[in-house]
């Protein structure tokens, strides 16, 4: 009996020393970064086909890691209606103190939750910046409680872009908090070509555009100029116009055009009729 037992304990011994050496699988999903634990290393860009360069290139950032030394303490502004955000300027300077990116512009979120729309404007006064200068891609990032967004733009021969827009947002109600429970909004719009420029031209773009993370997550940017790569003097290059204000320029300027068109007829009109008029006078 006792040699049964012996042999039992034996057995149970072995079994729990294999358990430990066994890997247990990991079913927890990957969390979202906190806004102080934010870390860009080395993105590779994937360059779509263009008319303009090669179909193919890679940018490297330098492995310096993008990681905040304190946590950011700010906050969105929320507005239930559409205001325009405030404007934002951001330049961002490489080891040699020379101007890598340059950045004016307001940014917006909007957020759909329960078929309500709900705007949040990133105030560039209560943003910090963390961002990263690269020979052929340069990182903009901007931290705020709560989430972050961040532009990575990308250079291809003699054009450079937008290549990646990375963001999140933690939304947090009265009643979630109430319940201790918070909402996370987070998008990416990636391996496409955004604010296509020229090296040497800023791109600029008055007009609001929307860029859709989700059907329910986008981003609005309004009274945009941004320019990387080749800056001269610490200013923006000649600008490129967007398609959206050289429409309506182009719009406003047949408009002006007809105007002073029909104003012309009716000028000619009323002497035409004048002149009528005294003839009959005269007779």
Do not use: W
């Not at 955000?85 to 939750?113: E, N, S, W």
């Not at 050289?246 to 007809?258: N, V």
Request: aromatic residues 8%; hydrophobic residues 35%.
């Amino acid at each position: 009996m006792k040699l049964l037992v012996f042999i039992i304990f034996l057995s149970a011994v072995q079994t729990n020393k294999g358990s430990a050496h066994k890997r247990p699988e990991n079913k927890t999903p990957p969390s979202i970064m906190p806004c102080n634990e934010i870390t860009v290393k080395n993105p590779h860009t994937t360059v779509s086909p263009s008319k303009h360069t090669p179909t193919s290139a890679n940018g490297t950032v330098s492995a310096a890691a993008l990681k905040p030394t304190a946590p950011c303490a700010h906050t969105l502004e929320q507005h239930v209606s559409n205001s325009s955000p405030k404007q934002g300027k951001y330049t961002i300077r490489d080891k040699q103190h020379k101007v890598c990116i340059k950045a004016d512009m307001g940014l917006q979120f909007l957020i759909v939750r329960n078929k309500k729309n709900t705007y949040y404007n990133i105030n560039s006064g209560n943003a910090s910046l963390r961002s990263q200068c690269g020979k052929n891609a340069s990182v903009l990032s901007l931290c705020f409680n709560g989430g972050f967004i961040t532009f990575t733009f990308a250079m291809n021969g003699s054009y450079y872009y937008v290549n990646d827009i990375n963001a999140m947002v933690t939304i947090l109600t009265v009643q979630e908090k109430i319940q201790g429970a918070k909402a996370v909004m987070y998008g990416r719009i990636n391996n496409t070509r955004m604010f296509e420029t020229a090296i040497g031209k800023s791109y600029k773009c008055n007009s609001q555009q929307i860029l859709s993370f989700t059907n329910d997550f986008k981003l609005i940017t309004v009274n945009m100029q941004i320019q990387a790569f080749n800056i001269s003097n610490d200013s923006f290059g000649e600008v490129q116009e967007c398609a959206i204000d050289e429409t309506k320029r182009i719009i406003l300027l047949i408009l002006g055009a007809c105007l002073v068109g029909v104003t012309l007829v009716i000028l000619l009109i009323y002497l035409m009729n004048r002149e009528h008029r005294r003839g009959y006078q005269t007779l």
